[in-house]
């Protein structure tokens, strides 16, 4: 005999203590315990919270914490629309956000792997879908497994916001019912040579990609960018002055911008809306400690580090690099030989981390000169000069940066 389900109202206030608990002990939203708690009491909860509401929900490999900022603000920012802007985004947490809140509006970071999940329960308006790479092998399918996932739950999606440059995304959002396509840039090709529809070969030019065998190409972008000018129809466009920096901020920009347009916000305030975010949880933070500014930055695979390198390449800042192994993480960094740290060379380069020794040797192999940081990251400012400094970690150890500065939340 199965257990009965708690009714939702008491399971809403029992999780809602448990949340108040947590935040004061723990710091955070307390959404990710309160939610587990949910779920376990009332498995239909995500559903039944999500009944007359008015849901998107954002997702990729990289850049869905950003994008979710960047959206929530595009369609009126918080107060008027609800999110899970800490990157609670798998069942638990996003069960745990929809119980503590009562916005109509909603914009939902969801985890690749639990965004099948999602949709099914929370039923949304939009699906926001930017890219696809391999992360965290140790946890996820091989992207195209995840892309395929993707198409059969998105089928009956009435909009989908996705990334024409990226194949992945494209073949898994042309099973919705309509599709803006947005022109947002992908650098990392590695993982999108294979076509996601017949299995031959992808072939990635200037401009476009398509399979040599098939009729999957890139599709027309409704939205593209010139600079940092995001055309859109009927010839309208707008300048996107953003406060974080990087070519594939922009892209999240322009992504974040076209799905407000399609909700009704105009071009010009939505672009208006974004270009006053200045950091989203951390990421392209600046911090001033002592005699030293301090920008932090989130890498955790291939593609996220080959961005951020390529923005830092006309940098000659010192740079701290913070690498752990560790649940979110993923437990393999082997990954680390696909990506080429020459970018840093001659540069003032320190290590730290659990696995710190795995990418000294990772950076010996690309003639990179780095040192081991005694500690953790303050252990290494005494070391640097006065002035700028930047601070690139993968998850868990972008985090224990984070709370070593006294950045929570």
């Not at 959404?31 to 999500?50: D, K, Q, Y």
């Not at 809140?101 to 949304?124: C, K």
């Not at 393999?332 to 020459?342: E, Q």
């Not at 290590?351 to 940081?373: C, I, N, W």
Request: proline share 5%.
């Amino acid at each position: 005999m199965s257990r009965p389900e708690v009714p939702l109202r008491i399971a809403r206030q029992g999780t809602r203590a448990v949340a108040a608990a947590a935040r004061r002990l723990r710091g955070g939203s307390g959404n990710v315990i309160a939610g587990r708690l949910l779920l376990m009491a009332t498995p239909s909860a995500a559903a039944e919270l999500s009944r007359g509401r008015r849901i998107t929900l954002v997702s990729g490999t990289n850049g869905k914490t950003t994008t979710t900022g960047l959206l929530t603000a595009a369609l009126g920012g918080d107060g008027v629309v609800g999110s899970n802007r800490g990157g609670a985004n798998t069942s638990v947490g996003i069960a745990g956000t929809l119980a503590a809140t009562r916005d109509h509006r909603m914009v939902l970071e969801t985890d690749e792997g639990w965004l099948p999940w999602v949709i099914t329960r929370t039923r949304p308006v939009s699906v926001l879908i930017s890219n696809l790479s391999r992360d965290q092998l140790s946890r996820h399918h091989e992207v195209g497994s995840v892309s395929r996932a993707w198409r059969t739950a998105l089928a009956g999606v009435p909009l989908v916001v996705a990334n024409a440059d990226d194949p992945l995304i494209v073949w898994a959002a042309m099973a919705a019912e309509r599709q803006v396509w947005v022109a947002a840039h992908i650098s990392w090709t590695q993982d999108s040579l294979v076509c996601p529809k017949c299995g031959s070969r992808i072939r990635h030019e200037d401009g476009g990609w398509h399979c040599t065998e098939c009729d999957l190409r890139r599709p027309q972008p409704d939205f593209w960018l010139d600079g940092a000018t995001l055309h859109g129809p009927d010839d309208d466009q707008v300048a996107l002055a953003l406060g974080i920096p990087g070519r594939f901020n922009l892209g999240n920009a322009a992504l974040a911008v076209a799905t407000a347009h399609a909700d009704g916000v105009p071009l010009e305030e939505a672009a208006r809306r974004v270009a006053a975010v200045p950091a989203v949880s951390g990421r392209f933070e600046q911090v001033r400690h002592g005699e030293h500014e301090l920008r932090l930055m989130l890498a955790k695979n291939p593609a996220g580090w080959l961005e951020l390198l390529a923005m830092m390449a006309d940098d000659q800042r010192p740079v701290v690099l913070c690498f752990n192994a560790e649940g979110v993480d993923g437990r393999d960094p082997s990954w680390l030989y696909d990506v080429s740290f020459t970018a840093l060379r001659g540069r003032t380069v320190w290590v730290t981390g659990r696995r710190a020794t795995d990418l000294l040797a990772r950076l010996a192999v690309d003639g990179v000169e780095a040192r081991r940081a005694p500690a953790g990251l303050l252990s290494v400012l005494p070391h640097l000069a006065a002035g700028p400094v930047d601070v690139v970690g993968n998850y868990t150890a972008f985090q224990a940066a984070r709370e070593e500065l006294g950045r929570r939340g």
